[in-house]
């Protein structure tokens, strides 16, 4: 197992000073070297297989970011019809789209079959609703193997209790539905869940699913979704990608030869994709004192930046501004009128007042599950080149904004 995690260099936290300066924050920054440096180490990992790397839109929804992950030859896993249509604005073709939506209704899966997209069912009556509807359309099946994987309950997604999938024991019923209407199945799909450290709980659930796939004879391929485990911090571990890469490989092209045909391997990383690659930028607003702990107050909260308090989730905290000041230890918290702590109990270069804080690993699930609570506008969004120039991709909202839709 190996560890990516970097901390920022003196010229690119200089680089990040100078676009807070320029752009104001709160403020969003991604690098697409980093993202291609991921997508790369994928790529080259399951180099001996069909291998489609679909990249899970909700994860980072900027269409300027799906189209520079297009043009190193990633496809789009969406899960809403509004993702579909985004990913066709962004220049995607049908084929390069997989949708795999939870829940929804016939309207978003007529729309995917007026696009022609790869569609997967995750349910017993919608698959049986959309048979009859498209008798010959082909589909995919979304498959919940009853294993617990990843670490927050909120991103463990194929245990038993989960809303996610046709259940591995309804197998039967699915074949009986499958044979009376003639449903055209072409692929089996599983998500465990993320943050999946060990190459043994893929391989358990690549077991169900291939089990699963001898009961059709028609596959052209499997999903395994995705889950691998990026660093947070220095000390963390992360999904080993190379050697997981090398076992699954094998296994799925032993696989494929036992049953009787080459089929498609497809992957939905988002987290690991661009995860590593983001950052957010906040202004120290106070610094404030109490009888117990020394706060450190910004100029966002939750609603901007969702994971710490959502997920429990740890974000590395870095102040920008005063890099060789001495060590203080604070909890930073934001804005918004709700307890919203990005970190207790950090140590941190002494923050004052105007400094810049940057919380690392803002790439994933970070802007995508921002809000407006509190009337508070969403922050900009940059994105990197790979010659480290800045383009702005999404401007900072303003009160126009806010007020635009209301009656």
């Keep these: 197992m190996s560890n990516s995690f970097e901390y920022l260099s003196p010229e690119r936290r200089a680089k990040l000073l100078a676009w807070a300066e320029e752009y104001g924050t709160p403020l969003y920054v991604y690098d697409t070297a980093l993202m291609r440096r991921q997508y790369q180490r994928l790529a080259k990992a399951f180099a001996g297989v069909d291998l489609s790397i679909r990249f899970a839109a909700k994860a980072l929804n900027n269409i300027h970011v799906w189209a520079f992950l297009r043009s190193l030859g990633a496809g789009l896993d969406c899960v809403s019809v509004f993702e579909v249509e985004m990913a066709l604005a962004a220049g995607f073709q049908a084929g390069e789209i997989l949708f795999t939506p939870n829940n929804v209704g016939m309207h978003e899966y007529d729309r995917a079959v007026e696009l022609g997209l790869s569609v997967n069912i995750d349910s017993i009556p919608m698959l049986e609703l ?86 059709f004879g028609n596959l052209e391929y499997l999903d395994f979704g995705s889950g691998f485990k990026v660093p947070y911090k220095p000390s963390d571990m992360e999904t080993d990608v190379e050697e997981l890469g090398k076992v699954f490989s094998e296994r799925f092209l032993s696989f494929c030869e036992s049953y009787g045909r080459p089929l498609r391997l497809i992957f939905e990383p988002g987290k690991f994709l661009v995860s590593l690659s983001g950052w957010f930028l906040t202004r120290a607003t106070v610094v404030k004192a109490t009888p117990s702990t020394l706060f450190v107050g910004v100029d966002s909260g939750f609603n901007h930046f969702m994971r710490p308090m959502y997920y429990k989730a740890w974000h590395e905290i870095q102040n920008l501004s005063n890099p060789d000041g001495r060590y203080r230890v604070y909890s930073v918290v934001g804005n918004v009128c709700e307890t919203d702590t990005f970190g ?27 809000s407006r609570y509190n009337a508070r506008p969403l922050p900009a969004e940059l994105l990197i080149d790979e010659q480290g120039k800045a383009k702005l991709i999404r401007r900072r909202e303003t009160l126009e904004d806010l007020l635009q839709h209301m009656l």
């Excluded at 194929?158 to 199945?185: A, M, R, Y």
């Excluded at 893929?202 to 077991?207: H, I, K």
């Excluded at 207790?344 to 802007?367: I, M, P, Q, T, W």
Aim: glycine share 8%.
């Design 130 to 215: 959309f048979a009859q509807r498209y008798p010959s359309y082909p589909v995919g099946i979304r498959i919940n193997p009853h294993i617990q994987a990843g670490g927050h309950a909120h991103i463990s997604v194929g245990h038993v209790d989960s809303k996610f999938g046709i259940s591995i024991h309804q197998l039967p019923h699915v074949l009986k539905l499958v044979e009376t209407l003639q449903v055209n199945i072409v692929g089996l799909h599983m998500h465990t869940g993320s943050d999946i450290l060990e190459a043994d709980v893929f391989l358990r659930g690549a077991e169900v699913l291939f089990n699963a796939a001898n009961h």
């Design 344 to 370: 207790s109990n950090r140590k941190l270069h002494e923050v004052r007042e105007g400094d810049v804080l940057c919380f690392y690993n803002a790439g994933a699930y970070c802007f995508s599950m921002a």
